[in-house]
């Protein structure tokens, strides 16, 4: 699986934009990129994932850039809740039993009052 | 109702005990993991599994063994326990290898 760089922390205020970076210069044509949180004390939660083209769902959209080399995760209004480690992962979704996530540092959001 | 449920919660054992974490979802997916999360918050998969086959990652000590009484459980035991198996041990599920995975809530494993 590509290897991903995530700046390690970034704060927010609440009901702004959260706007989370991610690298992933040697991504292959067929991988995809997830996005996943985890809140403290809490399992890791899915949030969204795409191949190529743009996506948006009704936690966050997801931005991939044309050359796929890097991805933006953006949370459109945060809320307190929101504070959490957000991870970027990028693999082959091979559709059997081999699809094991690969986490790597992430990035702790804080989001401030 | 929870959908990936694990149990228990936490676990203080003792050094050179055998232990076993139970996991169960009722999603009806067809393929379950663990992962292992250190004291630096490092998520590791351990393994993944369905109905056809068992996928080990090879960093895994032997001591470490996945059973599956049906689809709907994937339990880990854990043998001859040591200091570094202290961590939080997470179970998730998905429909298949490339749905979005779902994580139970972490069982906290503490060896004294």
């Known amino acids: 699986d590509a290897k991903t760089t995530q700046p390690p922390s970034m704060d927010c205020a609440e009901g702004r934009a959260a706007n989370l970076p991610c690298n992933h210069s040697?991504?292959?044509?067929?991988?995809?990129v997830y996005w996943y949180r985890q809140i403290h004390s809490q399992g890791p939660q899915y949030i969204i994932h795409g191949l190529k083209n743009n996506e948006t769902n009704e936690m966050a959209s997801l931005i991939i850039t044309e050359d796929r080399k890097s991805s933006t995760l953006i949370l459109p209004h945060a809320t307190l809740r929101d504070t959490a480690v957000y991870y970027c992962i990028v693999r082959v979704a091979t559709g059997n039993a081999g699809n094991m996530l690969t986490f790597g540092g992430g990035t702790r959001l804080m989001v401030k009052p | 109702d929870t959908a990936v449920s694990q149990t228990p919660k936490y676990l203080v054992t003792q050094m050179g005990n055998d232990k076993s974490i139970k996991c169960e979802q009722n999603l009806g997916h067809d393929t379950m993991y663990w992962y292992k999360q250190d004291s630096k918050k490092f998520l590791k998969i351990m393994f993944s599994?369905?109905?056809?086959?068992?996928?080990i990652n090879e960093t895994v000590p032997n001591r470490f063994s996945p059973k599956s009484p049906d689809k709907a459980h994937l339990n880990l035991h854990i043998n001859s326990l040591e200091l570094g198996d202290s961590a939080v041990y997470f179970c998730a599920s998905s429909q298949d290898g490339f749905q979005p995975q779902h994580f139970g809530d972490g069982t906290r494993l503490s060896i004294l």
């Open positions: 599994y369905n109905n056809k086959e068992l996928i």
């Open positions: 040697t991504i292959s044509g067929n991988e995809y």
